[in-house]
């Protein structure tokens, strides 16, 4: 995709980028300590294929939870919403994205919503395909075809780094699975799941899944319907609900952009019916979220009216 350098976006992310050094890069999953804090990108991708940025677009990282919202959109389409959510709720838990708290008080254990852990691997679980291998590629070129670009694949060492010390996830799953809400073999659910979480792209990719969300599932470009536009509807719900975890509030109030964050850095924004945004700056606030990313949407929503609210 071609995109051009923006001087608008350049004075913004040359603002944000001093919050950077009040931010750490995660360091649970090894892997990701290699990022560097100091990195602030960001891509703008319109419906008539224009698309703006600033800062170093073209580098990598790895989705993270923004896989969430789009897993989610897979399965809703593999299994229909009402099966979706006899398996995951759809309510915000004001806890950390990785908590197990709330699972041991709801009867039955079923997780509050998609985008915490819990859900997630609930969804991930969902997911349809003969094999465990088959169900990974599915949801991989599912992501080719929403970011138009068959050459994306997952980092390797990010995935096996998390496959190592995904204990805490292990550990959702064993709780789930004790209480019959998933039935397959953990270890296999972790494999996928950290495959999927490991899956690479940059912020022009982002910004391009991002406006498949924005324009109610179109595909832009082939005026295809790839996510059915009540799928679409519901994923964006979800990442203004619950796509900061415990800070969505805050975000909804602040900025009022749905938006999908990942401990990478990555932030994936949809503004419904005008552009998708990508965002990555790794160095993290407290609650996993990208401290700079989310000082570049505030100015962004805030210099040009973005709040859907
Ligand atoms: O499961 C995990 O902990 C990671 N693979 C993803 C968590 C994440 O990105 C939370 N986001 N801000």
Same mark, same amino acid.
Not at 31 to 51: E, F, H, Q
Not at 156 to 172: F, G, H, I, P, Q
Not at 222 to 237: D, F, L, M, V, W
């Given at each position: 995709?071609?995109?051009?350098?923006?001087?608008?976006?350049?004075?913004?992310?040359?603002?944000?980028?001093?919050?950077?050094?009040?931010?750490?890069?995660?360091?649970?999953i090894p892997a990701?300590?290699?990022? %560097?804090?100091? %990195?602030?990108?960001?891509?703008?991708?319109?419906?008539?294929?224009?698309?703006?940025?600033?800062?170093?677009?073209?580098?990598?990282?790895t989705?993270?939870?923004? /896989?969430?919202?789009?897993?989610?959109?897979? *399965?809703?389409?593999?299994?229909?919403?009402?099966?979706?959510?006899?398996?995951?709720?759809?309510?915000?838990?004001?806890?950390?994205?990785? /908590?197990?708290?709330?699972?041991?008080?709801? +009867?039955?254990?079923?997780?509050?919503?998609?985008?915490?852990?819990?859900?997630?691997?609930?969804?991930?679980?969902?997911?349809?395909?003969?094999?465990?291998?088959?169900?990974?590629?599915?949801?991989?070129?599912? *992501?080719?075809?929403?970011?138009?670009?068959?050459?994306?694949?997952f980092n390797k060492e990010v995935a096996r780094s998390e496959v190592e010390t995904a204990?805490?996830?292990?550990?959702?799953?064993?709780?789930?699975?004790?209480?019959?809400?998933?039935?397959?073999? *953990?270890?296999?659910?972790i494999d +996928?799941?950290t495959k999927?979480c490991a899956?690479?792209?940059?912020?022009?990719?982002?910004?391009?899944?991002?406006?498949?969300?924005?324009?109610?599932?179109?595909?832009?470009?082939?005026?295809?319907?790839?996510?059915?536009?009540?799928?679409?509807?519901?994923?964006?719900?979800?990442?203004?609900?619950?796509?900061?975890?415990?800070?969505?509030?805050?975000?909804?109030?602040? +900025?009022? +952009?749905?938006?999908?964050?990942?401990?990478?850095?990555?932030?994936?924004?949809?503004?419904?019916?005008?552009?998708?945004?990508?965002?990555?700056?790794?160095?993290?606030?407290?609650?996993?979220?990208?401290?700079?990313?989310?000082?570049?949407?505030?100015?962004?929503?805030?210099?040009?009216?973005?709040?859907?609210?």
């Amino acid at each position: 995709m071609l995109c051009k350098t923006n001087e608008e976006l350049n004075a913004l992310v040359k603002e944000a980028k001093s919050f950077t050094s009040n931010g750490k890069v995660a360091d649970y999953i090894p892997a990701l300590r290699k990022g %560097n804090p100091s %990195n602030l990108s960001i891509a703008i991708n319109y419906p008539d294929g224009l698309c703006i940025s600033a800062g170093d677009v073209e580098k990598k990282f790895t989705l993270q939870s923004v /896989s969430k919202v789009i897993s989610l959109a897979l *399965v809703l389409i593999d299994q229909g919403s009402e099966y979706v959510f006899d398996h995951v709720g759809m309510e915000p838990t004001g806890d950390p994205f990785n /908590s197990i708290a709330k699972l041991e008080s709801m +009867i039955p254990a079923k997780p509050l919503n998609p985008m915490i852990n819990a859900g997630a691997l609930v969804v991930t679980h969902m997911l349809k395909g003969a094999t465990v291998s088959d169900r990974f590629d599915r949801l991989l070129g599912f *992501v080719q075809e929403l970011a138009d670009d068959t050459s994306i694949s997952f980092n390797k060492e990010v995935a096996r780094s998390e496959v190592e010390t995904a204990d805490l996830n292990r550990a959702l799953c064993y709780f789930l699975k004790q209480h019959d809400i998933i039935d397959e073999d *953990v270890e296999e659910l972790i494999d +996928i799941y950290t495959k999927q979480c490991a899956i690479e792209m940059n912020c022009l990719h982002l910004a391009r899944i991002g406006l498949v969300f924005a324009m109610d599932g179109i595909d832009p470009d082939s005026g295809k319907q790839i996510i059915p536009k009540e799928y679409a509807r519901i994923c964006k719900t979800f990442m203004v609900t619950c796509g900061m975890y415990n800070a969505s509030g805050e975000f909804a109030i602040k +900025i009022g +952009i749905p938006a999908k964050s990942g401990v990478a850095g990555g932030i994936m924004g949809a503004v419904p019916g005008r552009f998708g945004i990508g965002i990555f700056g790794p160095a993290l606030d407290d609650k996993g979220n990208s401290i700079a990313g989310i000082k570049l949407l505030e100015m962004l929503s805030n210099n040009y009216k973005l709040s859907m609210f």
